[in-house]
């Protein structure tokens, strides 16, 4: 069965750093483009990066552009989360797709994590 498994979530005050990973099982991570997705409380799930398969082609939501970084290597997608803010505060998933281009939509992704939670507070 595929799946997704996020990890690396937790509580951290203003201003630190957390990393995310996700890794698969069941399919060739390799394979496949990954986009990180959250949800605060209350708000729907946003989309804030992605990168191909390759690694070729990152992108990033204007919230978080120059403060996170996604990455990769052949076994894991990887989430660098620095300079983070209370309104960061969510459960992240990771996601799957097929796609070759770098697309922050939910719609492409064929395959989700089931979240890990991250909370920014003092």
């Known amino acids: 069965q595929e799946q997704l498994v996020e990890s690396g979530g937790g509580s951290v005050q203003p201003g630190g750093s957390l990393r995310l990973s996700c890794a698969a099982s069941g399919l060739t991570m390799d394979y496949y483009g990954v986009g990180w997705f959250r949800q605060a409380p209350g708000k729907p799930r946003e989309g804030i990066s992605c990168?191909?398969?390759?690694?070729?082609t990152t992108n990033y939501a204007d919230s978080v552009k120059g403060r996170f970084t996604v990455s990769r290597d052949s076994a894991k997608v990887y989430l660098q989360m620095n300079s983070l803010k209370p309104e960061d505060t969510a459960v992240y998933y990771c996601?799957?797709?097929?796609?070759?281009?770098?697309?922050?939509?939910?719609?492409?992704?064929?395959?989700w994590g089931q979240g890990t939670q991250v909370t920014v507070s003092s």
């Open positions: 990168i191909t398969s390759t690694g070729a």
């Open positions: 996601a799957a797709t097929s796609w070759t281009m770098c697309v922050m939509y939910e719609t492409v992704y064929e395959y």
